[in-house]
């Protein structure tokens, strides 16, 4: 999910394949926060191939996943493996076991977010763990701050990352109120710099050939944001829609309650720094003030 509007009238074609290992297939969900639709993921070499994120259980994905196995030259999914457990990301599991069997399904367990899916029972996967198949390896990296469940993986034969939600091909990624946090959200971007990886394959639009540029890219930005909210503050008290009407002028009104969970985000961890102080219970709602601190 992002929180600017590039994604928006973004088209990708249904099936692509962006490797010898990896072949996507979109999962027919576009909308302003989606973009295109989600990217799901056959992976590997062999008969049978791992399916990274099976998108949210639209009728219409499954025939474009059968097209991707197809161009793929593969005949069935070994095991999916799951980013973290929002709707379009986890929503496809049950369709497409009913399609392919009762394969196993892999994710970092959560019991808060996993709740509502118990019937999939989910395997446990730890950060660092690594799953194989032919061709391919997978080292799951537990990357939290879009969400607590988050993880990236690591594709060890490419050097290449599946980013999810943290790093999306336009665009920047929301860190949702509440169940978000934008201290550990910059953390994993700092450890997924740290990986240096060639390229990112990410949740939502075009593969990134300059996998570390685009790291690079998403912490400047974040820190440009926490500066810019502070410099608002420092012009006087404000809400989170006031700073928004300010940052986001030029995007479209109806995306700015969704901005101001990412402003929120910003607010809370310079608070926590002491920078700024809050006026009120509801960060959407309260006060916002600079402090004297620098």
Not at 10 to 28: C, F, H, K, N
Not at 97 to 114: I, M, N, Q, T
Not at 258 to 283: I, M, N, T, Y
């Amino acid at each position: 999910m992002a929180d600017a509007p590039v994604l928006l009238g973004m088209e990708l074609p249904d099936t692509d394949v962006w490797s010898e290992r990896v072949t996507v297939a979109l999962g027919q969900n576009p909308g302003a926060f989606t973009g295109p639709g989600t990217n799901t993921y056959l992976i590997g070499r062999g008969v049978k191939r791992l399916l990274l994120d099976p998108g949210e259980g639209r009728a219409a994905y499954l025939p474009v996943l059968e097209a991707a196995l197809e161009r793929a030259e593969c005949e069935g999914i070994e095991a999916i493996v799951l980013t973290h457990a929002h709707p379009d990301h986890i929503g496809g599991v049950r369709s497409v076991r009913e399609r392919f069997g009762r394969v196993p399904v892999f994710k970092f367990l959560h019991a808060e977010c996993d709740a509502g899916y118990e019937d999939l029972d989910l395997q446990p996967l730890a950060d660092g763990e690594r799953i194989e198949t032919t061709g391919a390896t997978l080292r799951g990296l537990h990357t939290p701050g879009h969400a607590r469940d988050h993880l990236c993986f690591v594709l060890e034969e490419e050097r290449a990352l599946f980013s999810g939600d943290n790093v999306l091909g336009v665009g920047t990624t929301v860190i949702p109120l509440g169940s978000g946090d934008l201290g550990a959200y910059m953390a994993s971007l700092e450890r997924l710099l740290a990986e240096a990886p060639r390229c990112i394959y990410p949740a939502h639009g075009p593969k990134i050939e300059d996998g570390v540029g685009k790291l690079r890219e998403y912490i400047a930005h974040r820190n440009q944001r926490e500066a810019q909210v502070r410099a608002e503050l420092e012009r006087g008290p404000r809400d989170a829609m006031g700073i928004v009407r300010v940052l986001y002028e030029a995007y479209p009104a109806t995306l700015h309650p969704v901005a101001a969970q990412s402003v929120c985000q910003h607010l809370l961890k310079l608070e926590r720094e002491g920078r700024v102080r809050c006026d009120g219970k509801d960060p959407l709602e309260a006060t916002w003030r600079a402090t004297t601190e620098a």
